[in-house]
Structure formats: C-alpha cells, structure tokens
C-alpha cells in the first residue's frame, strides 16, 4: 500500500485552531442572491415580516449579505468541541483499491449522535432561539438526520422541540424517530392532520408518503400559531450555510497545514447546506481571483433541482405559506418518488448555491439511485465506514473522478463531504442489496406538471 509519511490518515486540527468565525461567501459574491418575497406583495421580505417566523438574530444573519466573517458566540464554540474539530480522512484504502494516481480527500461528519453534519447550524438555531427567550421552535425532517440534530441542540438548551417528519421517511425509519423522541422531541409524520395545511394536502393527494415541502408547511403553520415559538429550518437559508461554512473552513484548515490543494472539491446537494458550507472558503478565494477549484455539486437523478430544473422564483413550501426564493427549483408541488432512498428530497436548492451554479462558478451532475448505493457499499468495504445515502452521491461522483484520473495519468487531489452515517439507512441498504431499488427518473411531462405551479414573478 502507498504511503506518504507526511501525510496521516486522518488529519485533526487541534482545540485552538477550531475556527473562530463563521465564513459568509455572499460577502464576495459579485451577483448576490435575489431577495426572499412576500408572496402578496412581491416586495423583498423586510427584518419585520420574517421576525414572526425566525428568531430575530438569524433573521439579521440571512440577510446580510455583506459582513465577510461573523463571530461564532463562545456558548456554541463551547458546545461544536463534544464532536470538532472534525477529521480530514486520506482515504489511502480507497486509493490502493481503485488503482488510481488521484489524492482522495474526505471531511468526515459523522462523528456526532446526529450522524451528520446538521448538528452545527442546529445548536446555533437553537442557541439563538434561546438567547431570544422563546419557549420552542418547529422544523421538519427528511431523512431524520436535521431532526436528530435539532432535538439534541433543544435538549441541550431546555426547548420544546416538534418536528414534522417525511411520512415515508417516518414509516421507514423508525429508529431515527426515537432517537429524536429519546431526546424529547414531538415527532408527527407529514403530512399529517394536525394543521390545516396538512390537512389540504392529504385531500389532495391522499396517500401521498410526504416531501420537505409539505413538512415545512406544517412547521411554519404550527410555530405562526404558537406563542413563543418560531420556525427553524436544517438548509437552503442563507443562514444555514453561514454556519455549516465551519465545515469548510476546517478542511481547508486542514489541508493548509500540509500544504495541500484541491484540484476537485465535491459535495452532495438536496437543499444546499453541506455543499455549500463545504465549498463556502474555496469558493471565496475563486471569487475573489485568487484560486481556480472545480466544484461539483450532486444531485439525485429522481429530484434533479439543478441539472433539470428552472432558475426561477418559487415557494419554499408544498403548501405556499413561505416567502418566495429565487432558486433552482422543480416546482413546490412536485413530490419525489417514494422510491427514493435518500434525505435529498427537496424540491429546490439554496438561493446561494443556485446563484452560484447559475453564475457558472460550479457544475451539478446528476446520478441514479443504484449508482450511488453501489459506490456506498464498495466505499464502506474499503474505508470501513457506512456513509448515508446522501453522502454517497459525492462518493459516487468522487469515485467517477478517480477512476478518470487512472485513465489519464493525472494525478489531482479530490475532497468530497461525507457528511454522515448511514446506520439508520438500512432499510434501502436492504433493499438495494435484495435487488429491490429500482431507478426512478422524471419525465420531462412529470417535471411539467410541477414547472406549470411555479409563481408569476416579473423580472425586475
């Protein structure tokens, strides 16, 4: 097996070199993300109409597109040092298996009892809520990993915490479900028949098995009609991606320390956080002209937001209860297959990750079901490691590349997220492995019917 002495297998970062600030890339970002709307008006949302959903600080931090680093408070520094810094893994193994000359490079955050990267903006969320004296805040969950997240961060603080949960995700997972109610959270399948909303979708779509969209509804409609509560969501807001941008700064951190650079940075995308906290440093320094970096975004070919979807204002939400983003976007009523084994179940994409893929910064490709359960398997033979379904597309798309550079000789350095585990997975990790996944891709006539819902917004 090769070896290069100065270079571990795992790379940490000590205590003190954890960082200190978050990164916010809208700060050198030339064309900014499009302003968030009141559907009634079409005006930009101002700090008042989103503070009876958000806490007021996070209100301030998603719209500040401006202030380049912002201090992380000591209370959440003190809190991300029970599970970071995280390690930079060189995935030697992998390497020696594919018979490639590419450096492999993988962020592990799977380190917590979340299982994913989501506990780093959800311990902010939560510290921010009960800085403001709130009494509880709402969300919705995909594959379990946000909601996981959010009710050990309100544990931690002493907040009621009610999590709306994809139904099909709910029935499938029902161990990730007790995880969330053993640290004392409220969990409801989605759509349910608790709110109004859910309600109207279930009428609509009876027997429909959910979609973030219709969870986020249902989220947004309890915590508008509780008093001290406000919603709190796990990606797509600019706020999420300010502070999963640790991510990020810690691989790059990590790589500085050797000396390393990137040639191909790679993330998986359903909603945008891991990317782009992933991406937030490297993309500054290519914004700024500093560094060149190909940067790939992965997407599931049955909810292809980014390679088949349209750059447009939608609603966040199934139900049309949320401000209007300018995203990439499928339409808000389109709902995945069931089919669809991973937590990348959403509609749209972060207005910040859509901008810049919009801007040609970056690429997204797009990769089916099998594929990725494939490179998941052969991934944890090698690396010992069993990576969430979400974390496999990257592997998928990292594998690809490697085996690229066995082709052609090149010998280029890829880092990719594995931003979880996937031991409440197996489920599709069972089907997959009794030949039962199946390969579910849109029509183009499918996608229509969603594209056809998508709000009359004129260009300004």
């Keep these: ?78 809190f991300y040092k029970m599970y970071r810094p995280s390690p930079l893994v060189r995935a030697y193994c992998l390497e020696e298996k594919l018979q490639t000359p590419a450096k492999i490079y993988y962020k592990f955050e799977g380190n917590n009892t979340s299982g994913s990267h989501k506990l780093n903006s959800a311990i902010a969320q939560a510290y921010y809520a009960k800085k ?18 959010l009710s050990m961060a309100c544990a931690y603080l002493g907040l009621d915490c009610n999590v709306y949960m994809v139904k099909v995700s709910y029935e499938q997972k029902p161990f990730r479900r007790e995880v969330m109610r053993t640290y004392g959270a409220t969990v409801t399948p989605s759509p349910s028949t608790t709110t109004e909303i859910g309600k109207k979708i279930l009428a609509e779509h009876p027997g429909t098995t959910g979609s973030l969209g219709c969870a986020i509804s249902e989220a947004v409609e ?21 502070h999963q941008s640790i991510i990020g700064m810690e691989t790059k951190a990590a790589l500085d320390k050797y000396g390393i650079e990137p040639d191909i940075i790679i993330g998986c995308a359903g909603g945008g956080s891991n990317l782009g906290g992933l991406i937030s440093p490297f993309m500054g320094e290519k914004l700024r002209g500093e560094k060149d970096y190909q940067i790939i975004a992965v997407e599931p070919a049955s909810c292809p937001s980014l390679t088949r979807g349209k750059f447009a204002y939608d609603f966040c939400d199934t139900g049309m209860v949320t401000p209007l983003a300018k995203m990439y976007t499928l339409g808000s009523g389109f709902i995945p297959s ?5 937590g990348l179940r959403y509609h749209g994409m972060s207005p910040v990750v859509s901008q810049l893929y919009h801007d040609g910064l970056m690429e997204a490709r797009s990769v089916e079901q099998t594929a990725v359960f494939d490179a998941a398997e052969q991934f944890a033979r090698i690396e010992g490691i069993l990576p969430a379904p979400e974390s496999s597309h990257a592997i998928r798309v990292a594998i690809d590349e490697a085996l690229k550079c066995k082709e052609t000789g090149e010998e280029k350095t890829i880092v990719f997220g594995l931003t979880g585990t996937g031991y409440f997975d197996m489920v599709a990790y069972e089907k997959f492995n009794n030949g039962e996944m199946s390969d579910y891709i849109p029509t183009d006539a499918d996608l229509e019917i969603g594209f056809k819902g998508l709000p009359d917004v004129p260009e300004k």
């Design 338 to 342: 069931p089919n669809h084994a991973g």
């Design 132 to 149: 403001q004296g709130l009494k509880g805040v709402t969300t919705e969950t995909g594959a379990g990993q946000w909601g996981t997240a």
């Design 1 to 78: 097996m090769k070896t290069e002495k100065n270079i571990p297998y795992k790379i940490y970062l000590d205590e003190q070199e954890m960082p200190k600030k978050w990164y916010n890339v809208r700060a050198d970002m030339k064309n900014k993300p499009a302003p968030l709307l009141n559907p009634g008006t079409l005006q930009p949302m101002t700090a008042e109409e989103l503070g009876a959903v958000f806490c007021d600080e996070l209100v301030q931090q998603e719209l500040d597109n401006d202030t380049a680093y912002i201090d992380i408070p000591q209370e959440i520094l003190d």
């Design 222 to 242: 309890t915590a508008v009609g509780k008093e001290g509560y406000r919603y709190v969501l796990g990606s797509v807001l600019n706020q999420v991606l300010l």
